[in-house]
């Protein structure tokens, strides 16, 4: 079956790095999409892989592993408003996002 | 800028009655679909759609119908709703004009809908 595996809740402090991991299991790999929801509201994109390595974008980054099934999003100079829930998102082989649960950061001062 | 809405944020049924939720998107985009996300769940694929009168079935579409008459409106139908089928509702469309949905997905804001 394909599954995704990510933590359910971190806390991390306001200024600090934070690393989310995910590893997944799907039928087929066409990319990995990282969301960000914060409560009550809709996801929005944060960033897509599709070739393994990290890709930069300003205080986010994403690293794919596509032989080990397995993304990173790295957080840097967190701020409060990065408490949020960030989800994982493979595209399996028919081209479907298979979510997972979602992990929710929780920043403190 | 990208616009999903829809057409309510919170939404109170009843057993049995029929529900009908109103997503519209305002991109042209090709691709809409219909989640439902539940807590320590990730989001469920109820249907989506690639072009106007054609729908697929998700993960999930038992007990749910959905209408695609017009390109920017893309509406979830509850036939009975049920209890369990109280959960928030997320509608999102693509781009994507070759029926794969890998592109981007924009969101609208959810509907939270509860079944008594």
């Known amino acids: 079956g394909q599954n995704i595996d990510q933590p359910t809740e971190m806390t991390a402090t306001e200024g600090a790095i934070v690393q989310i991991n995910c590893t997944y299991q799907t039928s087929g790999f066409n990319g990995l999409f990282w969301y960000q929801q914060h409560a009550g509201e809709a996801p929005t994109f944060l960033s897509y892989?599709?070739l393994d390595g990290l890709e930069e974008k300003g205080r986010f980054s994403s690293f794919l592993s596509r032989s080990k099934g397995y993304s990173y999003l790295l957080l840097k100079e967190l701020q409060m408003k990065d408490s949020a829930s960030y989800l994982c998102?493979?595209?399996?082989?028919?081209?479907?996002?298979?979510w997972g649960a979602g992990t929710k950061l929780i920043i403190k001062p | 800028d990208v616009k999903v809405t829809q057409s309510s944020r919170y939404l109170v049924k009843r057993t049995g009655e029929k529900v009908f939720l109103e997503c519209v998107q305002d991109m042209d985009h090709e691709n809409m679909f219909w989640y439902r996300q539940d807590p320590g769940l990730g989001l469920r694929l109820i249907y989506f759609s690639y072009d106007v009168k054609m729908k697929e079935k998700g993960d999930i579409p038992e007990g749910y119908s959905v209408s695609r008459e017009k390109k920017e409106r893309f509406s979830l139908i509850l036939e009975s709703a049920s209890t369990n089928q109280t959960s928030m509702y997320l509608c999102?469309?693509?781009?994507?004009?070759?029926?794969?949905?890998?592109?981007?997905?924009?969101f609208g804001p959810g509907t939270r809908l509860l079944v008594l």
């Open positions: 892989n599709v």
């Open positions: 998102a493979p595209i399996d082989s028919n081209y479907q996002l298979i």
């Open positions: 999102a469309s693509s781009p994507s004009s070759s029926g794969r949905a890998f592109e981007t997905q924009y």
